[in-house]
């Protein structure tokens, strides 16, 4: 077998590039880990707020998502504050909505 011009390769993985970030949520697909502590996703969110979860605190308590490092915090509050914006039939309790400082 040849040898790769740079031997790095024999010992280490190539680094690939971070995915750019979604312009919004309607963009990020479903199964985009949104919580890597808690193997949390963007579906399982949705699927929070379709069960009844109103709030970042809501969606913690049955996620288990921004209890860890907390770094997934501003992606869960705008997700929440979007579920929000777009289903704007599900009853919302008061003060649930959390901005992130994402222009809400």
């Given at each position: 077998v040849p040898v790769p011009a740079d031997p790095a390769h024999l010992l280490l993985r190539p680094v690939a590039q971070a995915p750019?970030?979604?312009?919004?949520?309607?963009?990020?697909?479903?199964?985009?880990?949104?919580?890597?502590?808690?193997?949390?996703?963007?579906?399982?969110?949705?699927?929070?707020?379709?069960?009844?979860a109103r709030s970042v605190d809501d969606v913690a308590r049955a996620t288990r998502a921004t209890t860890g490092c907390g770094g997934c915090k501003d992606v869960v509050c705008g997700l929440v504050d979007w579920l929000a914006q777009t289903d704007p039939e599900q009853p919302q309790a008061d003060g649930a909505r959390v901005s992130a400082g994402l222009g809400a």
């Open positions: 750019a970030p979604a312009s919004s949520p309607t963009l990020m697909p479903d199964r985009t880990t949104v919580c890597t502590c808690n193997g949390v996703t963007k579906g399982d969110v949705v699927g929070c707020w379709h069960d009844g």
